[in-house]
């Protein structure tokens, strides 16, 4: 299966496992576009996306209020044409072991 020019959202794609399935999307050809809550979180992850970085993007969003999800949803199809992958990566990880 090809993700060559899919537009992935990761909802939480600065955090440990949003990170994660945020890599591995960029990896195989996908345009991935994240939610986070820090912008220092996304930092990270821009510069661990090295060479795929070009197809990073991301905003600062609140989940859990409806009206901005929804602007960012609008966005995100606006500016791509399309959302092909949602990946819903948003909460917390404690379990101190690498996944």
């Known amino acids: 299966m090809s993700f060559q020019d899919k537009v992935a959202i990761i909802a ?3 955090g440990g496992l949003g990170r994660a399935v945020s890599l591995a ?3 195989v050809g996908a345009k991935v576009v ?3 809550r820090k912008q220092a979180e996304y930092g990270v992850l821009a510069a661990e996306a090295g060479g795929d970085a070009g197809r990073l993007s991301g905003a600062t969003v609140d989940v859990t209020d409806e ?3 929804q602007a960012f949803a609008t966005a995100t199809a606006t500016k791509h044409g399309r959302i092909d992958i949602l990946v819903n990566a948003v909460g ?3 379990g101190g072991k690498n996944l």
Do not use: H, R
Request: charged content about 0%.
């Open 12 to 14: 939480g794609g600065t």
């Open 34 to 36: 994240v939610t986070y």
């Open 67 to 69: 009206a901005a999800t």
């Open 92 to 94: 917390g990880y404690a």
């Open 25 to 27: 999307f960029l990896g």
